[in-house]
């Protein structure tokens, strides 16, 4: 089989709406040259159509006309590399995901530890953040949680009463070893994530590793949230304001 008839046979096994990239088809090194151009072909076609730079994808056809990728498929490519994430959604679009804001932003924020991952095209608008610690399948909802910590004065239209109750419930879900995860890497966080973390924990009865993140803190330091005992009863414990 030659390498255009080859690529053809791959992607016609992708599903419409799908973003890819050349390292997800089976290509040999010397078969580049030929597979680059059989895949501007299938563009010319109308086949696929490219995304950006190296990412394509087949468009979903209705009666209303071509669809493009929905936003998760359109962010697949900068989260993963080689099958593995390298990098997670953070800011206002993550925070209106969790029901913290009612705001959608134009630009979304991708954060990863080792690189800079820019979007600018007809699609998407994406900047990048540097993430604490690396990036994986089993930390990033976590380091999302602490992101939230981190940003609470920031997030617009926060209603903080219901936030620190979204918090508080997205934590008590959370298993032990989760847990234990979140609390290690809410270490490497500013100061003020860990009391506000700390506060969040206790709150819940949470008693497996308090003791670090408390002696992490300097015990003559005030952390401004703007919240009250009402909306979190163990504020004074973590010199929070």
Request: aromatic fraction near 8%; avoid cysteine; hydrophobic fraction near 35%.
């Amino acid at each position: 089989m030659g390498v255009a008839q080859n690529i053809q046979k791959q992607i016609s096994k992708i599903a419409d709406g799908i973003t890819f990239k050349y390292e997800q088809l089976t290509i040999e090194p010397q078969e580049f040259p030929a597979a680059a151009k059989a895949i501007e072909r299938l563009i010319a076609k109308g086949i696929i159509k490219r995304f950006s730079t190296g990412v394509f994808y087949k468009p979903r056809k209705t009666v209303f006309g071509e669809l493009k990728p929905n936003e998760d498929e359109m962010l697949k490519p900068y989260l993963f590399e080689r099958g593995k994430r390298i990098a997670y959604i953070t800011g206002t679009s993550l925070y209106n995901r969790l029901g913290l804001t009612t705001q959608v932003p134009k630009s979304i924020k991708i954060a990863s530890r080792d690189k800079r991952i820019s979007v600018s095209n007809d699609y998407l608008q994406a900047s990048p953040v540097k993430s604490y610690v690396d990036v994986t399948d089993k930390n990033f909802h976590l380091l999302g949680l602490l992101d939230v910590l981190k940003d609470f004065k920031q997030i617009p239209d926060l209603d903080k009463s219901s936030a620190i109750k979204i918090l508080s419930n997205k934590l008590n879900e959370l298993s032990t070893t989760e847990t234990k995860l979140l609390i290690k890497y809410g270490l490497v966080y500013p100061p003020r994530v860990r009391s506000f973390l700390g506060a969040l924990l206790e709150n819940l009865n949470t008693e497996n590793g308090l003791t670090a993140l408390k002696t992490s803190l300097n015990p003559l330091s005030e952390y401004e949230y703007g919240i009250d005992k009402k909306q979190l009863p163990t504020i004074e414990n973590w010199n929070i304001k």
